[in-house]
């Protein structure tokens, strides 16, 4: 199998997690994909078994997903996986596991509102080595405990493109980020938290920015005049 198939139908087979992406494989899974899919889902509480068809060759369907349990760390045998969306489904407050740090060729993961928690600091360092990433959603899971370490993790992601932490539960300011290199950030969104701070004037030096949304974020004083001045925003 060519690499670019391979490539495709992983891509395909896990943007089907969640509940809203469509599905159009023509392909059948090759069958360590194929097995490495199956281990991942015998992890999984799936109560309308919507991952059943990966019994046979065919690991994709259309659907809406109700998944809970476990995340299995046989992900890891998707040598290409590039794209991870496990958003809206129902993992009880699990964390999310660290393993995803390993997925060294994830460009796209989203694991908005859909029930992980991150309890440790430990328990989200594992999102700077991630990086390849591009688009990074992560609305909706706790990361009051963890935000301190940002910094950090956003200096080891200078590919991002986009940066969704809407409804984290953020609290403190937003650390500087003056030092890191977001050439390509297009999108941030970091609405729906309580930062009570003023509102972070580095943004003005993020050019490339399209996108801002600080809504009901806790933000208080000016708005930087900086921000008309961007050029694509
Ligand atoms: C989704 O799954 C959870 C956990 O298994 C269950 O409690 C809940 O009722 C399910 N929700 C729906 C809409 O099926
Ligand atoms: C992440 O998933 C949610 C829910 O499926 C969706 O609304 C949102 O657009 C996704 N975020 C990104 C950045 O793709
Ligand atoms: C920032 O990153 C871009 C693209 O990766 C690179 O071309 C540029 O030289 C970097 N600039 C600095 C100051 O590191
Ligand atoms: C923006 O970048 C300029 C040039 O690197 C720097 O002097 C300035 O302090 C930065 N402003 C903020 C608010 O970070």
Redesign the pocket.
């Known amino acids: 199998m060519g690499m670019f198939s391979a490539f495709g139908q992983i891509l395909l087979i896990l943007c089907l997690l969640s509940r809203k992406l469509v599905c159009n494989a023509d392909t059948p899974c090759s069958e360590s994909d194929r097995k490495a899919l199956v281990d991942f889902r015998n992890g999984l509480?799936d109560?309308?078994n919507r991952l059943s068809p990966w019994n046979g060759n065919d690991c994709c369907q259309y659907g809406f997903w109700?998944?809970?349990?476990q995340i299995d760390p046989a992900l890891l045998r998707l040598k290409s996986l590039s794209y991870l969306d496990l958003s809206l489904n129902?993992f009880?407050g699990i964390p999310i596991p660290n393993f995803i740090g390993s997925l060294k060729r994830l460009r796209y993961l989203n694991l908005s509102d859909a029930g992980f928690s991150a309890l440790a600091v430990d328990d989200i360092k594992w999102v700077a080595g991630l990086g390849l990433l591009r688009n990074l959603a992560l609305n909706g899971v706790d990361l009051s405990p963890v935000w301190s370490d940002w910094v950090q993790v956003l200096n080891n992601l200078p590919l991002l493109n986009e940066l969704h932490l809407s409804g984290c539960g953020i609290f403190s300011p937003i650390p500087s980020l003056q030092s890191v290199n977001f050439t390509s950030l297009t999108v941030i969104d970091l609405s729906f938290n309580n930062f009570d701070s003023k509102f972070p004037d580095w943004i003005v030096n993020v050019s490339s920015l399209l996108s801002l949304d600080m809504s009901n974020a806790g933000l208080n004083g000016k708005i930087p005049l900086g921000i008309s001045e961007l050029p694509n925003l």
């Open positions: 509480r109560p309308e109700n998944l809970s349990g129902t009880q």
